[in-house]
C-alpha cells in the first residue's frame, strides 16, 4: 500500500499513542475529539482527493526512488511541471476544505532536508542524505503525514540561542550517545500536529558556530516518547461542542495548532539529517520557507470558498446585481487571482538543485506570501461589506429551534422570496467562520504570520533583488558615467 | 435625581419585565446574565464617568429645557461645542470600555427627532415638537438609556414597503385607535437593547406616498407589551460561561445586539412623534444617520485600546524597537487619528437648525463613517502583525492552570525575563477579541455597518458635494467657456 | 493703505530689484517673464479675493496690533476661529487658482515667530519680540508678500552642521558688527521667493549648542545685497512659452520654486529674531512646520479643481453615468474631503500660547498633511483613469489651427454631439496640467515634501501621541495589574 | 536577410514616405526629428538585443513557417515556453530602454490574427489564414516593425458604430472593389505608429450584424497613400529640442503615439483578414487585448529602472541606510516583481488554440494588466519620497553652465562627497522623467488604459471566473443543499 484511503488514514491515526493536553486535560481519544476531529476530516482530505480520477494528475506523483504512484504531499518535486502542481494542490484542497488542511508543512521540510542533506554531504562527506533518502522511502510507502516543525519559542528575541537565559527557548541536543542524540525544546504553532504520524524538526533561524548544538534536524514518530502537544485554541472552538449544524460555519473542517514540547527525547542516528553544520541551517530555513512560502496557494483555495460565499449571500439578499456589489465581487476576484499568480510564477520559474529537486524561484516565493499578508484581509473586509451587518448579529441555530423564536426568525430575516431563511443563515455563518470564526485564524492571521512573519519576506525580498543591475540600467539611460 | 449613578442605573433595569430569548431559551435574569453583563457594564459606564469630576465636561451638560445638570447622552446639542463634546465622549467610552457602549444611538434619535418634530409642525401645524419635548424632558430627567431604532428586516430588497409579500418586513401602522395608534413590524441589529429603559422606533428609508403608513416615529418603554428580544450571537460569545480570567480578553465590557419584534403593540398618541408624514421620512433617516455617523468617534477610541495592546505585546514580545514594528505603531496612530479628525471637523462644521438643535455637516459625517469601514481593518490588520502568531495559537487558561501543562506554558511562552507568561498572554488575548473575537464584531463588522453600509455613505457624499461649483472652477482655469 | 489691489501688489514688484537667474540667464523684467508671471497672478489672487465682499470674512482680519482691517495672510491668529478661517482660505484659493499660490508660507513664519520669540525673550530677557511686533506691524501695513525660508541646502546628511565639510551647507552667522550680523548660505526649494517682498529665515532643524552658530532667525527685504535667486523648473514650464491658449493647461495660474543664496548680506538688529539661542530651534521648526503642514489645506482647493475637471472630462466623453464613472468621482471627492476633515480639525482643536498667538494642534496638524502625502496621488491616479488615455496623445494646440490637421482633430476628437472638440482639449489639458505638468510638481510632489517629507511627519506623530494612556486602557481592560 | 541590425532598421525607415504631422506642421525627415528620434532608439533597440548573444535566447525565436531564426516581435508563440520569453523580452527591453519601446503591439496583433483568421475560414470556409500566413511570412523575412492599430475614436460612447452621427468614428469599408477594398476611419493613441513598416488594423470592439461594415482587419504599409500621422505631444516634450544632456532625464529613449488617420485608402484582397464577420471580431478584440495585456510585462521592466534611480538617488542624497528608505525600496521591488508574477503567470498557464498558436491565460492576463493600472503609480509615489523635492526644484541644467550659477548649484546641491553634483541632477532628472515627464505618460497613463482600461479589465475578470464553481464549494461547506 502506497497510498491510504480517508478511513485508512483515520485508523492509523487510531493506533499512535499520543500526549495531548487541550482545556487544562489530556485527551484520551484524539481522533473522535469534536474540537480536534475537524481539523482530521481536512486531512483525510488530502487522502480521498488522491483516489479521485479527476484530481490524481495533481494530487499524485510518481515517486523518483520508488517508481510507485504516491500521495504528492510525499513528493520530491522532479520538474517545473511538479511545482506548479503542488500549488494547484494547494488551491483546490483550499476550496475543498475552507481551511488550513494542514499537510504542506511535513511536504515542505521533506523538500527541504533532500536539498540540504545532500549539499551538506558534499562538503562534509557525511550520509546525510542516504539516511534521508530511506526515510523518505519509509514516509511515502506508508502515505504518512509529516509535521514540519520549524519555529521555535525563541525567549528574549534579542539574543542568539546560546545566550538565552534559558537554554531550552531553542531546540537542542544535550547529550550524544552511541546510538543516537537526546534532544530537548519545543517548537510552537504547530499545524496540525496531532493529526501526524511523522514530526521533522528544523532549526528556526540562521546560526553561527557558538550556537552549534542548536543546528539539528531529525525526524520521529509523532508519539515518540517525551513529546508533549499542548492544543491551542482558536475564535470560536467551542461551538463545535454545541452539537448543531449551523453556528459552527464550516461544518466539517477545521484545523488546529499546538505546542510540541521535547522533554528528553532520544532519536537514531537514522533519523538524524544535521547536527551542529550550523553554516547549513540558514540554507535549511530558507529553503523550507521559500517552499513554504509557496504553499500559501491554499489561501487562494479559501479565498475562492470566501467569494462565492459572498456571491452567495448577495443573492440571497436580493442584492447581487447592484453596480457596487458587482465591484466588490470583481475585486475579491482580482485579488485572489493576483495571489494565485503570485504560487504559479514562483513554481514555473523555479530551477534544479545539485540534489535533483526542484526548488520554486525565492524571491518570488517570498513576494506571493507577502501578498498573501495582506490580500485575504482585504478580501474578507469585502466578504463582510457585501454580507451585511446580520452576520454579526444573528441569533443562534438554537432561536430557530425554539417555538416562541423560530416563527419571527423565519418571517423576519428572510429576504428573498424563494430562499429558504435557513440558508441565509447558513451562508452568514460561513462568511463569519472565514472573517472571524476558527477559519479566520489560518486565513487572517495565519496568513499573516505562518511560514514567517511579513518582515522575514521584506528581508529575503531584499536580499534577492539584483540591485546593481537596476542601478546600471538607470544610470546608463540619464548619462552617469562613474567610470 | 437626573444622573444616575452606575448602580441606580444596574438597579432601574433590575425593574423592567423584558422579554428576552437567547440560545433558544427565556432569560428570565437579564442583568445577571454572563453573556449579557458586561454590556450592561459598558452602558454603565456612561454613567459612572458623569460622576468623574476629570470628565464632567465632557460628560455632562446643561439641559436646555430645565437648566438641570444632565448626562450629556440625554441632551439636545446647542451649540458647535457640545457636538465636539460628544465625539470626544465618544473616544472616552471607547478607550475605557475597548467596545461599543450601546447608548448613543439613543442620543442621535433624541437630537433627529428634535428637529424633524420642528419641521413636520411648522409645515403640517401638528404638535408633535410639543410632545417630543416633553417626552425628552421624562428622558432626562429619569437619565433613560434609550435604544434608537431604524434598521427594518426590508424582506425583498427591490421593493418598497407597500409592495413586500410581508407587509411586516417594515414597521407600520395596523390600527389607529382613540388613544394611540397599533403597530407592528420589528427592528434588527439593536445595539444594547435589553439595556435600555425606552426605545424610539423611526423610519429605516426614505418613503413615498404610497408607503405613508410606514412613515412612523415613537416612543415606547423597553418592556411595553408585546416587544420581544431574541439575542443576536457573537464570535466567542459563549467564552463569558468558562468562568476564567483570561481567555476573553475583555474581562469586564462587551456590547450586544438583538433582533426587537413588535407584534401589535400599542402606542399613546403622546409618545408618537410622526404619523404618515412620508416627506419627512428621509430627512428623519438623513439626519439621523449623520449624527450617528458622527458617533464613530468611539471606534477612535476602541483604535486606542488596540494601539495600545499592540505596544505592549510588542513590549512584551522583546520587538519594540525594531524600526518595523516602530513604523506600524505609527501607521497605526496615523489611521486612528485620521479618523479623529473626521469626527471632530464634522462636528466643528456643523450649524444651527430651525428648531434651534445644531447638526453636524452630514457631508463630512459621512466622509468619517466611511473612513470608519475601512481603517480599523487595517489597524487590525497591523495588530495581528505586531501581536506574532501566538495570538492564535494560545492555549486556554485553563491549560495554564493544569500542572501537567502549567510548567510548559510558562517556561515556554516567556519571551521577556521580566514579564510574567500570564501578562504576555492576557495581552495577547485582548488583541484576539479586537480583532476576531467578541470586540471585533463591533470595531470592525460593526464599523463597516453601523449607521449604514459604506454604499449609503457613498450615495450621500454624491448628494453632498457642490460639483456645479468644482466644474465652474475648472472650466474658468483651463479657458472653457460656455456661454 | 493696509490692503493691496492686486494692480498694486503687480506695481509694487516692478519696484524690486531682484537678482534672479533661470536657464542660465539673469532676468531682468521678472515680473513680466512669461514663466514666472503665472505665479505672480497666483500670488495676485490672495490680493484679489480680499476685496471681494463674498470673501472678505475668509481673506480679511482684524489686526491684533493696530485694529486695522488686513489681509488675513499677514495676520497673527487671534482665536480658533482664525485658525479655521485659515484653513477654509487655503482651499479657497487652491481652487480659484489650481495650483501653489505661495503666500502662506509667510504666514507660518510670521506666526510662528510671534510664538517663540515671546518665548525665548521670557527665558533670556532678550527683546525679539518687541523687535518681531514692529517688524509685523510694517508688514501688515505695507500688505507685504513674506517668504518663510527654512530649508537649507543640508549637504552630507549624516552630519549636523558644524561638521559639514563645507560650513555654508546651513545658514550661518560669519560676522556680528555693531549694527547688524552677516549671514552666508543659502535656502532650497523657496516657494514664491522671486513674488515676494520679504524674506524670513529661520533655522532648518534642531540644533545642540555645537551649532549655535547656526541657530539664527531674520527677516530681509527681498532685494537686500548679495541674495540671489537661481529658478527651478518644473515639468512643462517651456509650454508657456509656446503662446498658445491650450496647452499649458492652467492659462493663468502656476507657481514656482527657487534657490535662494545669502552671500555675505547684512542683517540690521532690528530684523534679527533669533541669534544662538539654539535651544529654541527645534520649537521654532516644529511650530512653523505644525503651521505649514496646516496649510496644506490648498491641496484641497486643488483636488476640487482636479475633481471637476475630471467630472466634465468624464462629461464630454459621454461617460459621465457609468457607474464605475460615478464610483471613482466619489471615491476622488471622499479622500479629497477626509482632507479637509484634517486641516479644519487641527485648527479647531488648536490652543493658545503664551504669547497669545493661536496655534494648531500639532498632532493632527501632521496627520493631516502625513495624508496630504498620499491621497492627492491616488485622487490623481482616479482623474486619469477617468480622463482617458486621450490625455498623454492629445496632438497640439497648433495642430487645431494648421488647416492640413485641425479637420482631422475636429472630427475625430468630438466625443459629444453638443461639446466642441476644443473643450475637450481644453479640459484634458487641465488634468495633464494638474496630473503631469507644472502644477504636478505641486500637487504632487511638494504635496510629499513641502512642510517635510512623510518621514518628518511620522516621527512628529510617534513623538505627539500619548502611548502610555493607551496602554494603560488596554493592560486595565485585559486585567494587567503591573503594580 | 531575417534578422535586422539596429543601423539597417534606421536606414529602412528612411526609405519611407509618410505623412506627419506636429505641431502644425509636416515632418520632412522623421528619422532625423530630434522629438520623435529617441522613439525611433528605442525600436532600434529591439533589433540591437536581438544580435547579442547573452540575449539571442530572449530576443529571437524560430519560425515556425521557415525555420529560420526570427526576432521574436515576429513570431508566432509555439509553447508555453514562448509565451513566457515573451514576458522576459518585455521586462528586459522596458529595463534597458526606460520607455515604451513600442513593437510589441504588432507582435501581439500577429498573434491574435493567426487564431481568429484560422477560427473563421473553420466556420466560414474563408482564406483568410492562408493569405495571413503569407502576410506573416513577408514580416518575419524583413523583420518588420509593425504597428497594432485597434482603437477607434469611438464618437458618441452611447451609440453603436452604425448609430454614430459621424459614420466615419469607427473604421469601415466604404467600397468594395475587384482587387480589394476602400477604407475610411481613424485609430488613436497609435504606439510606434511613425517607427513601424506596416499597420494592421482591428477591430475595437464586440460587433453585431447591424456593425458589419465596422467588422474589418487588414495590413498596410505604413506610408500606403491616404493614410496621416498627427503625433501627440507629451509632458516635457520639447526639453528634447533643448539641445542638452541632461533636462530631458532619459538621454537616448522615449515613445511615441498618433492619431491614424485613414482617408479613403485602398486594400489589396491578399491583405485583407477579416471582412463583415461580425460575430469573430469579439474574439479578436479579447485575444488581442489578452496578448497585449501581458505585453505590461515591459513595465516591470521600467520599473526597475525607476527603482534603481530611486536606489541611486538615495545614495546620492547619503539617505540609503535609513531603515524608511530601505523599507521603501522594498515596498517598490515587492509591487514592481507582484506585477512580474502577473505577466509569468498568464504564460505559464496558456494553452494552444486550434490554429497551433499558444495564448496566454485570459483571465490571469486580466489580472496582470489591472495591477499594471495601479501598482507603477504607487512605485512612482515612492520613488518621489525617495527622490526628495530636489526633483521639481532643480534648476535647468543651463544653470550648471553659467558661471554666474554653475558655482552656487556645484556648492548647494552637492549631497555626498564623493558624488558629483552633476550626477546627483542627472539622477533626479530621471526620476522626473520617469514621474512627470515623457516617460510618466506610458509609466503611468499608458499603464492605465494602454490595451483597455481598468473597467475593461473589471469586465474581462468578471466573465472569466467560474463563480458556480466557487458557490458549489461555498454552499457544501455550510451545509447548504438546494437541490
Given at each position: ?48 482527493l ?56 511535513g ?9 540540504v ?14 539516511r534521508?533518502?530511506?526515510?523518505l ?58 493529526n ?22 531529525f525526524?520521529?514518530?509523532s ?39 521535547f ?6 542516528w ?24 509557496q ?38 476576484n ?106 479566520a ?43
Open positions: 500500500m502506497t497510498m491510504m484511503t480517508a478511513g485508512q488514514y483515520e485508523e492509523s491515526l487510531r493506533r499512535l499513542n499520543l500526549v495531548v493536553y487541550m482545556f487544562g486535560k489530556r485527551i484520551e481519544n484524539v481522533v473522535d475529539d469534536p474540537i480536534i476531529r475537524p481539523s482530521m476530516n481536512a486531512v483525510a482530505k488530502t487522502y480521498e488522491a483516489h479521485h480520477p479527476e484530481h490524481e494528475d495533481i494530487m499524485t506523483a510518481t515517486s523518483h526512488i520508488t517508481g510507485n504512484t504516491i500521495n504528492r504531499f510525499t513528493h520530491i518535486h522532479q520538474s517545473i511541471e511538479d511545482l506548479v502542481k503542488k500549488s494547484k494542490m494547494g488551491r483546490l484542497l483550499g476550496r475543498e476544505t475552507g481551511c488550513c488542511f494542514q499537510r504542506c508543512v511536504m515542505d521540510a521533506l523538500n527541504a532536508l533532500s536539498i542533506t545532500f549539499d551538506i554531504d558534499a562538503k562534509h562527506g557525511t550520509e546525510y542524505y542516504t534521508f533518502v530511506k526515510y522511502e519509509y514516509v511515502q510507502e506508508n502515505d504518512f503525514t509529516v509535521d514540519g516543525a520549524m519555529t521555535d519559542p525563541k525567549g528574549d528575541r534579542s539574543l542568539p540561542p546560546h545566550k538565552q537565559p534559558d537554554p531550552d527557548q531553542f531546540m537542542h541536543v544535550v547529550e550524544e550517545k552511541k546510538d543516537g542524540i537526546v534532544v530537548r525544546g519545543a517548537k510552537a504553532h504547530q499545524t496540525g500536529a496531532v501526524s504520524h511523522e514530526i521533522i524538526i528544523m532549526p528556526t533561524l540562521s546560526m553561527r558556530e557558538e550556537d552549534k548544538d542548536y543546528a539539528i534536524s525526524a520521529l514518530p508519539d515518540a516518547e517525551g513529546i508533549t502537544y499542548i492544543m491551542g485554541r482558536q475564535s470560536c472552538d467551542t461551538r463545535k461542542l454545541e452539537g448543531g449544524t449551523m453556528d459552527q460555519g464550516n461544518l466539517l473542517f477545521g484545523g488546529h495548532e499546538a505546542l510540541v514540547v522533554d528528553d527525547v532520544f532519536v537514531p537514522d533519523r538524524v539529517f544535521m547536527l551542529k553544520e550550523y553554516e547549513f541551517s540558514r540554507q535549511l530555513v530558507e529553503q523550507f520557507a521559500a517552499y513554504h512560502r504553499s500559501y496557494a491554499c489561501k487562494v483555495g479559501v479565498g475562492d470558498v470566501l467569494i462565492g460565499a459572498a456571491q452567495t449571500a448577495a443573492e440571497y439578499n436580493g442584492v447581487e446585481k447592484a453596480s457596487h456589489i458587482r465591484d466588490k465581487i470583481v475585486e475579491m482580482h485579488l485572489n487571482e493576483t495571489l494565485y499568480c503570485g504560487c504559479i510564477a514562483c513554481a514555473s520559474e523555479g530551477h534544479k538543485e545539485p540534489s535533483g529537486t526542484y526548488c520554486v524561484n525565492i524571491l518570488l516565493a517570498n513576494v506571493h506570501k507577502h501578498n498573501v499578508t495582506r490580500f485575504p484581509y482585504e478580501i474578507s473586509r469585502l466578504a463582510q461589506d457585501i454580507a451585511g451587518g446580520l452576520m454579526v448579529t444573528l441569533p443562534s441555530e438554537k432561536d430557530l429551534q425554539s417555538p416562541e423564536t423560530a416563527k419571527w426568525l423565519k418571517k423576519y430575516f428572510k429576504a428573498h422570496r424563494d430562499i429558504p431563511t435557513e440558508h441565509r443563515m447558513h451562508i452568514l455563518r460561513l462568511i463569519e467562520n472565514l472573517t472571524l470564526g476558527t477559519a485564524t489560518s486565513y487572517l492571521t495565519e496568513s499573516m504570520h505562518g511560514a514567517g512573519s511579513p518582515q522575514a519576506q521584506r528581508i529575503m525580498i531584499s536580499r534577492r533583488i539584483n540591485m546593481q543591475e537596476k542601478q546600471r540600467a538607470a544610470k546608463k539611460l540619464c548619462g552617469i558615467d562613474e567610470t
